[in-house]
């Protein structure tokens, strides 16, 4: 998976990405009320950070939070 492909799925449940203006290829994804998620901004992505992602997504929709 892609980064670009990542952040589309986490805006789509609300969240904005920040990062640092320079110095860093991490990522931070914000939601109001949710823990932050960082993901650094590699080609690929490594399966360790799209599981976080599903694992969030996931209980999001089973808790109907997707607003």
Avoid: A, C, W
């Avoid at 492909?5 to 109001?32: A, I, N």
């Amino acid at each position: 998976m892609r980064f670009d492909e990542l952040r589309k799925v986490l805006e789509h449940y609300g969240y904005t990405m920040s990062g640092p203006s320079s110095g860093s290829s991490h990522k931070t994804f914000r939601k109001p009320g949710k823990y932050p998620i960082t993901i650094p901004q590699h080609e690929p992505i490594k399966r360790v950070y799209i599981e976080m992602v599903k694992e969030i997504v996931e209980s999001e929709e089973d808790n109907g939070q997707n607003s």
